[in-house]
């Protein structure tokens, strides 16, 4: 399970977020273009629910995913790597599932000790910062104060949590 906090930021607070993680010895292990379909099930609306159907292109495969949020910050995620983007969507189109939004993004990827922080620039939507780390259902409240700590050394505090998804956000009723 991964325990992980998302806050927003505007964009002077963004740009500076780079050189604070790199400061406190975060490398950066990534970057990449993302673009996220979000499905919803015909007999369930899915938005709001805290759980998810997507599919992650990241040129040319894509990742199938579904996530289960367990707790606040505490997510069982169940995905799966795909050769086919469009033969997948057919499929998930054939199944009845109805497409609910677009998440079209820029992300960079660091890592810190054993955290994982990403900033991503999300098209028509904003900056945000994730932080995540490894845990369980035992210690999710620790591990989630670890990832606040984490957000606080960086430049950003508790205001700027938020509890929304992004694809809440981009697929509003």
């Not at 993680?21 to 990449?32: F, Q, Y």
């Not at 505490?74 to 790597?81: A, D, F, H, S």
Request: proline share 0%.
């Amino acid at each position: 399970m991964e325990v992980e906090i998302k806050a927003k930021c505007d964009k002077k607070e963004f740009d500076s977020l780079r050189s604070k993680i790199i400061e406190l010895g975060g490398v950066k292990s990534k970057e990449k273009h993302q673009v996220d379909q979000y499905y919803n099930l015909a007999s369930e609306d899915l938005r709001g629910t805290k759980r998810y159907i997507r599919v992650r292109e990241e040129g040319e495969g894509a990742i199938l995913a579904f996530h289960e949020n367990v707790n606040e910050g505490l997510t069982n995620e169940y995905e799966t790597k795909v050769e086919d983007n469009k033969m997948l969507k057919t499929i998930l189109e054939k199944f009845g599932l109805q497409k609910l939004g677009l998440i079209d993004k820029y992300r960079e990827k660091f890592d810190l000790n054993e955290f994982e922080i990403c900033l991503d620039k999300v098209t028509n939507i904003g900056t945000f910062v994730e932080i995540e780390t490894d845990g369980n259902e035992s210690n999710w409240k620790e591990k989630r104060q670890e990832c606040i700590e984490l957000l606080n050394k960086i430049g950003l505090n508790e205001e700027n949590l938020t509890n929304e998804y992004l694809c809440d956000i981009a697929t509003k009723k």
